[in-house]
């Protein structure tokens, strides 16, 4: 009885949206907080498809792209930058407020009370064991608030910058990201899947090229690196070793011929690090590599589930002709 009177039927989906998105008219019919809050029957818990949420979680997902695209330059450099401290510090605070919202939202629960057999529960104690038991450690670990320290002092240069590694954990944000997208917005699957596999590839071709692009910057003087023998080989290039954005420019090509398993050979590691850092891409961006290709044929066979269910039952039709003996003349008629 508790948990009845602690939860909600979840509303029937929009005739009015298409594909999920909302029109003005659409978007004035969402509560603010949720039904139950704007009849005055509930407490100050938010419903998934409120519009505090439909703000606030593009903002997060806005947030989690950032930090995936700028924690590898956090990492492998020791300078830092005041515009990039100060975003990085807005980010932290969002994280931190995020998790106080997830203890304020309610999510979907099963119930056999109901015809559906879903019901949006609302309940606090729940709500935070639901949220303790998933996702809870995965949030505090991302929401490290390792700018904070630094714009306080607290810690030395060398220990923030290890704990700015804990930014990598963020990657975890992208399956929770995923998941609130596919609830909030009716994206078709492929769309989805199409959209996962480029983000995927472009991310983990955005890493290795900053790692690489590391290798030849942070080598000792007088070191012969992979950028020496590209401009060795290629002495046109004039001012690429000047130009951090050129560097990058031939490290994220390097990454994607690593990553698609391309691999022109005219960009080699020449040193122990470099080697290191190649073999690990080579086998990173392998698997990376067979589940996009895997993911884009699921797709096209999805696609096409009618041909291939029909191509199907023509091979077992055909089978039962040839165990029974039809002549091929009367197979072909």
């Not at 419903?47 to 950032?66: T, Y």
Request: proline share 4%; hydrophobic share 45%; charged share 15%.
């Amino acid at each position: 009885q508790s948990f009845v009177k602690s939860c909600s039927t979840k509303p029937p989906p929009d005739p009015h949206a298409k594909d999920g998105f909302l029109s003005a008219g659409d978007w004035s019919r969402l509560p603010l907080v949720s039904h139950n809050y704007a009849g005055g029957n509930g407490s100050l818990v938010f419903s998934p498809e409120c519009k505090v949420l439909r703000i606030w979680q593009p903002l997060v997902g806005l947030m989690v792209v950032w930090s995936l695209t700028t924690a590898p330059f956090e990492i492998i450099s020791s300078q830092r930058d005041m515009l990039l401290g100060r975003i990085n510090l807005v980010g932290d605070i969002i994280f931190i407020l995020d998790i106080f919202m997830n203890f304020n939202t309610a999510y979907e629960g099963r119930s056999t009370t109901v015809q559906n057999g879903v019901m949006l529960v609302f309940s606090r104690r729940l709500i935070a064991w639901n949220y303790f038991t998933r996702w809870l450690l995965f949030d505090i670990i991302c929401a490290f608030p390792s700018e904070l320290l630094v714009l306080w002092n607290v810690t030395n240069s060398n220990l923030t910058q290890t704990l700015r590694v804990l930014k990598v954990f963020r990657l975890m944000r992208v399956f929770k990201l995923r998941t609130n997208v596919s609830v909030v917005f009716n994206i078709p699957f492929w769309v989805t899947h199409l959209t996962r596999c480029f983000v995927i590839t472009l991310f983990a071709a955005h890493w290795i090229s900053c790692f690489w692009a590391a290798c030849a910057s942070l080598e000792s003087a007088g070191q012969w690196t992979w950028l020496d023998a590209l401009l060795d080989a290629k002495p046109h290039l004039e001012g690429v070793k000047q130009s951090p954005l050129l560097i990058y420019m031939w490290s994220l090509y390097f990454a994607i011929t690593l990553v698609t398993t391309v691999g022109f050979g005219d960009v080699t590691p020449q040193t122990n690090a470099e080697c290191l850092l190649c073999m690990v891409g080579i086998c990173f961006g392998t698997i990376i590599w067979t589940y996009i290709l895997s993911s884009i044929l699921d797709v096209i066979s999805r696609l096409n589930a009618e041909r291939t269910n029909f191509e199907m039952q023509m091979y077992e039709f055909i089978n039962m002709l040839n165990e029974q003996g039809v002549p091929r003349i009367l197979q072909r008629e």
